[in-house]
């Protein structure tokens, strides 16, 4: 099992910064990918960046050019950083990484931008 916390939510207004941590309970380069989804109320959950065992890193074009996942092997994160946020951010971002075929996620941190 592995567990997954993150954390750095909260409220922000819009044009804002967040960066979002997520801290594991093992070595994440046992991980295959390590990434941030995202959940606002009514849609469905989505895939905001994620970053490969390679290091190579994708993103959603929503937020494409203003965000950086990015990751720590000494602290075993893994973080988001999110700038000139949208009140279209809002949502609960979870945290996701794939170890031996398994996906599993963390608790998740609301993320809420006001306009």
């Known amino acids: 099992q592995v567990q997954l916390v993150e954390s750095g939510g909260g409220l922000v207004q819009a044009g804002g910064s967040l960066r979002l941590s997520c801290a594991a309970s093992?070595?994440?380069?046992?991980?295959?990918?390590m990434g941030w989804y995202r959940q606002a109320p009514g849609k469905q959950r989505e895939l905001v960046a994620e970053i490969r065992r390679t290091g190579r890193s994708i993103y959603a074009d929503s937020v494409q050019g203003r965000s950086t996942i990015s990751r720590d092997g000494f602290k075993n994160a893994v973080y988001l950083e999110m700038n000139s946020l949208e009140p279209e951010d809002t949502a609960v971002y979870y945290c996701n990484v794939e170890y031996r075929s398994t996906t599993f996620w963390g608790q998740g941190t609301q993320v809420t931008v006001s306009s």
């Open positions: 093992t070595s994440i380069f046992n991980f295959d990918r």
